[in-house]
């Protein structure tokens, strides 16, 4: 899988919109964007994926770069629940039944 | 709730023991992961099963073995304790298939500490 780079740590101030930024400069393309998250003394959850489009669920909102060597997960109104290890990471196609390769990702603290 | 149980929740053993951690996967979900997550090396994949074979190997020691049985739940064995094991065991499922979008349902997992 190709590797992605996100920031250690993130701080945001509840119910203000968070941007999580993921760069993978050598994603190919046909690879997706999936987004899990970690929040504390839990297993990962997964949020999100995408292709080339945005996406939009419950949980977040994924916007794709449009050369798609970058990403950002987007959590319009964080809340305390929020505060989390956010992870990037990139799957091929077809590989649904494959392992995940976790990173460092990014923590999320939110402040009330 | 994931829908994947993972038993014990805590285990404190000590060095040079052997411990089995036990996975019950989503109902219907074929394929069982197991990571580890130690402080220093941070979440790693360590083996998979689909449908009671072996799928894929990570960074899985030979001191540790699983295997998943028929009806589809996972015990992950490891021996030969050592400090290091000290870690969060997670499991893993996810569905049958091999579409591009199958996300993985994760256990709450099993906090091992080796003294």
């Known amino acids: 899988d190709a590797k992605t780079t996100q920031p250690n740590s993130m701080e945001s101030n509840e119910e203000e919109p968070v941007h999580l930024p993921c760069n993978h400069s050598?994603?190919?393309?046909?690879?997706?964007i999936h987004w899990y998250r970690q929040l504390p003394s839990q297993g990962p959850e997964y949020v999100i994926h995408?292709?080339?489009s945005n996406v939009n669920n419950r949980m977040a909102s994924l916007a794709i770069a449009e050369d798609r060597k970058s990403s950002t997960l987007i959590l319009h109104r964080a809340t305390l629940r929020d505060a989390a290890v956010y992870y990037c990471?990139?799957?091929?196609?077809?590989?649904?039944?494959?392992?995940?390769?976790f990173g460092k990702g990014t923590r999320l603290s939110v402040i009330a | 709730d994931s829908g994947v149980t993972q038993t014990p929740k805590h285990l404190i053993t000590a060095t040079g023991q052997r411990v089995t951690l036990r996975c019950s996967p989503r109902?219907?979900?074929?394929?069982v992961y197991w990571y580890q997550q130690s402080l220093d090396q941070g979440l790693q994949f360590l083996i998979q099963?689909?449908?009671?074979?072996?799928?894929a190997k990570g960074n899985i020691l030979e001191r540790f073995s699983a295997q998943q049985f028929p009806d589809l739940h996972s015990e992950l064995n490891l021996s030969s304790l050592e400090l290091g094991d000290s870690a969060l065991y997670f499991c893993?499922?996810?569905?049958?298939?091999?579409?591009?979008?199958?996300?993985?349902?994760f256990g709450p997992g099993t906090r091992l500490t080796v003294l």
């Open positions: 893993a499922s996810s569905p049958v298939g091999t579409f591009y979008d199958n996300e993985q349902f």
């Open positions: 050598t994603i190919s393309g046909t690879d997706y």
């Open positions: 995408g292709l080339t």
């Open positions: 990471i990139l799957r091929v196609p077809n590989s649904g039944n494959t392992p995940l390769v």
């Open positions: 109902s219907g979900d074929l394929s």
């Open positions: 099963y689909y449908n009671g074979e072996e799928r």
